[in-house]
Nanobody, 124 residues
Framework: QVQLVESGGKLVQAGDSLRLSCAAS????????MGWFRQAPGKEREFVAA????????YYTDSLKGRFTISRDNDKNALYLQMNSLKPEDTAVYYC?????????????????WGQGTQVTVSS
């Protein structure tokens, strides 16, 4: 079973960029489609982006398209989320997740393994 650990979250200012990483262990990440989700205080967990097992297909929530980029390096067993032009409303705990399928999904219920999350705080 794969285990996931996110890193890279920190306090940044509005307009800054940040790259989150998700390191996988226990299994090769190439077996899984992957996703990023986030949860802000008092809000439900929401879909951010997903990527197919091969990395050839990516999906984004419409409001983040163009600012966020999901990518993966199967050789390094890692998933990434590049976030540009950050806004205070991007403040949240960001989670990576894995699902045993070829394609990513926007539905959190379709992911079976989650990391512990990494906090991103964007100050205005």
């Amino acid at each position: 079973q794969v285990q996931l650990v996110e890193s890279g979250g920190k306090l940044v200012q509005a307009g800054d960029s940040l790259r989150l990483s998700c390191a996988a262990s226990g299994s090769t990440i190439s077996n899984y489609a992957m996703g990023w989700f986030r949860q802000a205080p008092g809000k439900e967990r929401e879909f951010v982006a997903a990527i197919s097992r091969s990395g050839g297909l990516t999906y984004y929530t419409d409001s983040l398209k163009g600012r966020f980029t999901i990518s993966r390096d199967n050789d390094k067993n890692a998933l990434y989320l590049q976030m540009n032009s950050l806004k205070p409303e991007d403040t949240a705990v960001y989670y990576c997740a894995a699902r045993t399928a070829g394609m990513g999904s926007r539905d959190a219920r379709e992911y079976h393994t989650w990391g512990q999350g990494t906090q991103v705080t964007v100050s205005s």
